[in-house]
């Protein structure tokens, strides 16, 4: 149980284009999601906070006209990074959390979205 | 706000080898507790987890972490690594009082040497 699928596992775009990653939860529902981003050799750090149904919260220093979050249904949230630049190249990984979860407590990842843009 | 502090960057260490990555955090106030291993351009894995209960928690792979409520500490070890062992691990705190949100620590690269 508890399976998320994360797509494009990779990407290469053109600075000022706009691309979407996608978050579904297969087999549970989750009711909010969290987006990270992770720089080379660094943590993850968190982006925004999204719960079904409503606006997503986003953390100090993350622009939400840039980072566009929608988390429609309790399976799918997108993360769309808008007029991309090369300094958002990046690994964005996302986690649906399931309030009452079974084995890690709710909290289950993506396997990650590695942007490139140049 | 939570912080979590891992207090070694790397870690080399030989084969079979015992090692012990440390984790330190802020406050230990209605938190839970885990420990992910995270290899090159894939997402996060679960090692182990701290609810409640026995302090001493043992998880996949032969890893076990001890929860010391006193130091603020949860630190990870394993008896023996393996070369298949090398990876980043990052600690992470969940504080209930702040919408569940996951507190990860900076990491620790685990090298380990033939």
Known sequence: GAVVSQHPSWVICKSGTSVKIECRSLDFQATTMFWYRQFPKQSLMLMATSNEGSK??????VEKDKFLI?????TLSTLTVTSAHPE?????????????????FGYTFG???????? | AQSVTQLDSQVPVFEEAPVELRCNYSSSVSVYLFWYVQ?????????????SGSTLVK????????FNKSQTSFH??????HISDTAEYFCAVSD???GNMLTFGGGTRLMVKP
């Open chain 1, 56 to 61: 997503a919260t986003y953390e100090q220093g």
């Open chain 2, 59 to 66: 998880g996949i792979n032969g890893f076990e972490a001890e």
């Open chain 1, 70 to 74: 929608n988390h429609a249904s309790l």
């Open chain 2, 96 to 98: 209930r009082n702040a």
């Open chain 2, 39 to 51: 290899y090159p351009n894939q997402g996060l894995q679960l090692l182990l987890k701290y609810l």
């Open chain 2, 76 to 81: 990870l070890r394993k008896p023996s690594v």
């Open chain 1, 88 to 104: 958002d190249s990046s690994f964005y990984i996302c986690s649906p959390f399931q309030p009452s979860g079974t084995g890690s």
């Open chain 1, 111 to 118: 396997s990650g979205t590695r942007l490139t843009v140049v």
